[in-house]
Nanobody
Framework: QVQLVESGGGLVQPGGSLRLSCAASGSILSIRAMGWYRQAPGRERELVAAMASGGSTNYADSVKGRFTISRDNAKNTVYLQMNSLIPEDTAAYYC???????????????WGQGTQVTVSS
């Protein structure tokens, strides 16, 4: 069993900042990537930012220059620093883990429960 525990969401004014955290625990042998997705009402879930095990990153164009993803490998934790937030960033943010539990098992993905980010004055 693998669990993802997210924290850090909330209500913030436009131009403000938030930092999301996602800690993975359980039967994890290796992590291929960790990332953040978001889903606004009536819209599909979309990639926000992801970081591979080697440290390479991928960002949605809409957040480049404003959001930064980072990882603490020792704690199996991924962070998303969100600056200069705008109302369009309002969504439920989900942590994603791409991992495998053993040498004989395939890589699989699992999701956190989601944390709400609301940007409004």
């Amino acid at each position: 069993q693998v669990q993802l525990v997210e924290s850090g969401g909330g209500l913030v004014q436009p131009g403000g900042s938030l930092r999301l955290s996602c800690a993975a625990s359980g039967s994890i042998l290796s992590i291929r990537a960790m990332g953040w997705y978001r889903q606004a009402p009536g819209r599909e879930r979309e990639l926000v930012a992801a970081m591979a095990s080697g440290g390479s990153t991928n960002y949605a164009d809409s957040v480049k220059g404003r959001f930064t993803i980072s990882r603490d490998n020792a704690k199996n934790t991924v962070y998303l620093q969100m600056n200069s937030l705008i109302p369009e960033d309002t969504a439920a943010y989900y942590c994603n883990l791409d991992y495998r539990a053993s040498w004989s098992s395939p890589y699989r993905q699992t999701w956190g429960q989601g944390t709400q980010v609301t940007v409004s004055s």
